[in-house]
């Protein structure tokens, strides 16, 4: 992997909006809602961020929930937040549950669609119609020691918690992806499939296109019909993608196609498929770069799997970060400048169990999870969590939750004790409806592709 001693000059997230640019520099491409593109520029979303900063400069003390459709969108809520003193609460998913477990902790929703949280006003990321008009005072520029973000995840003892992030955590990461990516992606624009209210997605998508200065575009391209006329419109791109993705992709016709478009692909979620990585190295003449990481860590190390000079199942750690094995467990330990929890001086312990490549230590092999936290469709699912929501269903007396492989793809199956009125209802009404109702009531707090694909009673 190719590096650069430092980071280029301009990678600034505090100072981002008071940056010299030309007004009609391109940002990003969005949607023009006829299957067209249209332009987002530098003077717009300076623009945008400054009218949603003045309406929520008005409302009452307390962070925001944000939750958009569009990464543009996403990244005029996230600057107005911050410059209104606020900090932005990103839900988990935008699932009704997930949202109304919101409702004691914000103020609001900033959005650009239909998500809300009950009971508070939504506040919408741009003014319809018309272009916004230039910020009437400057930025000015954001301490680095603020509170800027909660992003939500699912902790190792069974209840999901939420990651906070000052302004410094994500600064000083984007300026050390831009340190050691930067030859990787030069100049070109992001293209992704990864969604944007998550860390990686958000950092890739988003922000680090933001501080260099690289256009983006503004939604999620899932399928190869999609992504193939977006790549070759706008010539080699950074794709920032995940396993799953990469992987459906690969089985698509017309890979080579796809790949010539592509400076570099990204990866990150979960480990890639060496059979994946092989087909996209085939395709692009470069297997992906995979990161490694989580939200409360930010990234720790990258890989390229393959037949390349530097291909290899081992993780090598990101410059800025220092990387311990904990005994007698072996868990990986991560000490850097972006690593938003664990106690001051001793870095955060992650349920990932490693050993050392060599004797030598530094590179390191990963030897699955030490704690009931799974990774199902790059998303993090806590089992306990789940099963204590099962348990608390009219029907359940207890359950128990497990790995289960699908088309070689991770999932969960369900086992449930039912009490009394559980095993009456399975008489009355039979096992395909039990079993819809108790999805379905998972499915107010999760995302479908979290929920279990077979039932045991």
Same mark, same amino acid.
């Given at each position: 992997?190719?590096?650069?001693?430092?980071?280029?000059?301009?990678?600034?997230?505090?100072?981002?909006?008071?940056?010299?640019?030309?007004?009609?520099?391109?940002?990003?491409?969005?949607?023009?809602?006829?299957?067209?593109?249209?332009?987002?520029?530098?003077?717009?979303?300076?623009?945008?961020?400054?009218?949603?900063?003045?309406?929520?400069?008005?409302?009452?003390?307390?962070?925001?929930?944000?939750?958009?459709?569009?990464?543009?969108?996403?990244?005029?809520?996230?600057?107005?937040?911050?410059?209104?003193?606020?900090?932005?609460?990103?839900?988990?998913?935008?699932?009704?549950?997930?949202?109304?477990?919101?409702?004691?902790?914000?103020?609001?929703?900033?959005?650009?669609?239909?998500?809300?949280?009950?009971?508070?006003?939504?506040?919408?990321?741009?003014?319809?119609?018309?272009?916004?008009?230039?910020?009437?005072?400057?930025?000015?520029?954001?301490?680095?020691?603020?509170?800027?973000?909660?992003?939500?995840?699912?902790?190792?003892?069974?209840?999901?918690?939420?990651?906070?992030?000052?302004?410094?955590?994500?600064?000083?990461?984007?300026?050390?992806?831009?340190?050691?990516?930067?030859?990787?992606?030069?100049?070109?624009?992001?293209?992704?499939?990864?969604?944007?209210?998550?860390?990686?997605?958000?950092?890739?998508?988003?922000?680090?296109?933001?501080?260099?200065?690289?256009?983006?575009?503004?939604?999620?391209?899932?399928?190869?019909?999609?992504?193939?006329?977006?790549?070759?419109?706008?010539?080699?791109?950074?794709?920032?993608?995940?396993?799953?993705?990469?992987?459906?992709?690969?089985?698509?016709?017309?890979?080579?196609?796809?790949?010539?478009?592509?400076?570099?692909?990204?990866?990150?979620?979960?480990?890639?498929?060496?059979?994946? #990585?092989?087909?996209?190295?085939? =395709?692009? $003449?470069? !297997?992906? &770069? @995979?990161?490694? /990481?989580?939200? +409360?860590?930010?990234?720790?190390?990258?890989?390229?799997?393959?037949?390349?000079?530097?291909?290899?199942?081992?993780?090598?750690?990101?410059?800025?970060?220092?990387?311990?094995?904990?005994?007698?467990?072996?868990?990986?330990?991560?000490?850097?400048?972006?690593?938003?929890?664990?106690?001051?001086?001793?870095?955060?312990?992650?349920?990932?169990?490693?050993?050392?490549?060599?004797?030598?230590?530094?590179?390191?092999?990963?030897?699955?999870?030490?704690?009931?936290?799974?990774?199902?469709?790059?998303?993090?699912?806590?089992?306990?969590?789940?099963?204590?929501?099962?348990?608390?269903?009219?029907?359940?007396?207890?359950?128990?939750?497990?790995?289960?492989?699908?088309?070689?793809?991770?999932?969960?199956? #369900?086992?449930?004790?039912?009490? =009394?009125? $559980?095993? !009456?209802? &399975? @008489?009355?009404? /039979?096992?395909? +409806?039990?079993?819809?109702?108790?999805?379905?009531?998972?499915?107010?707090?999760?995302?479908?592709?979290?929920?279990?694909?077979?039932?045991?009673?």
């Amino acid at each position: 992997m190719s590096s650069s001693a430092n980071a280029r000059p301009g990678i600034d997230l505090a100072g981002l909006l008071d940056q010299e640019r030309e007004p009609d520099s391109l940002v990003a491409w969005r949607s023009d809602g006829k299957g067209g593109d249209r332009a987002a520029t530098w003077a717009g979303f300076r623009g945008a961020v400054a009218a949603l900063r003045d309406e929520i400069a008005v409302l009452p003390p307390g962070p925001l929930a944000l939750a958009t459709q569009d990464a543009f969108a996403f990244g005029v809520g996230l600057f107005a937040c911050w410059h209104a003193g606020r900090v932005a609460i990103c839900p988990p998913n935008t699932q009704p549950g997930a949202m109304e477990a919101l409702a004691d902790l914000v103020i609001g929703t900033v959005s650009d669609a239909d998500f809300a949280v009950p009971g508070r006003p939504v506040l919408a990321t741009e003014a319809e119609g018309g272009d916004p008009k230039p910020p009437s005072t400057p930025f000015g520029t954001l301490a680095m020691d603020a509170p800027a973000i909660e992003l939500f995840t699912s902790g190792t003892t069974g209840r999901g918690k939420a990651i906070p992030k000052r302004l410094e955590h994500l600064a000083s990461e984007v300026a050390a992806l831009d340190a050691e990516l930067a030859r990787e992606v030069g100049g070109a624009p992001t293209i992704g499939s990864g969604s944007h209210q998550h860390l990686y997605g958000m950092l890739f998508r988003v922000l680090w296109p933001l501080a260099s200065a690289r256009p983006f575009d503004a939604r999620v391209h899932l399928h190869a019909e999609e992504l193939l006329p977006r790549l070759s419109a706008h010539g080699p791109c950074a794709f920032a993608s995940v396993p799953a993705h990469l992987k459906r992709l690969a089985e698509r016709e017309g890979l080579d196609r796809l790949g010539a478009h592509c400076r570099v692909v990204f990866s990150s979620g979960g480990p890639l498929e060496a059979e994946t #990585a092989r087909r996209w190295e085939l =395709a692009t $003449g470069s !297997a992906p &770069l @995979e990161l490694f /990481g989580s939200t +409360e860590t930010g990234g720790v190390a990258w890989r390229r799997q393959g037949t390349g000079p530097d291909a290899t199942l081992a993780w090598t750690p990101l410059e800025a970060v220092r990387v311990v094995r904990d005994e007698p467990d072996g868990r990986l330990r991560v000490q850097s400048s972006f690593v938003s929890l664990g106690e001051a001086g001793e870095g955060f312990a992650m349920g990932d169990r490693i050993e050392w490549e060599n004797a030598e230590g530094g590179r390191f092999l990963t030897l699955g999870r030490g704690d009931r936290v799974l990774k199902v469709g790059e998303k993090r699912l806590s089992l306990p969590e789940m099963e204590e929501r099962l348990v608390e269903h009219a029907f359940v007396e207890t359950a128990a939750l497990l790995p289960l492989e699908q088309a070689g793809e991770q999932r969960v199956a #369900a086992v449930a004790v039912l009490n =009394a009125a $559980g095993r !009456a209802a &399975l @008489e009355e009404r /039979g096992r395909r +409806e039990l079993t819809t109702d108790l999805t379905n009531a998972l499915a107010e707090a999760w995302e479908r592709v979290l929920l279990p694909r077979a039932w045991r009673f």
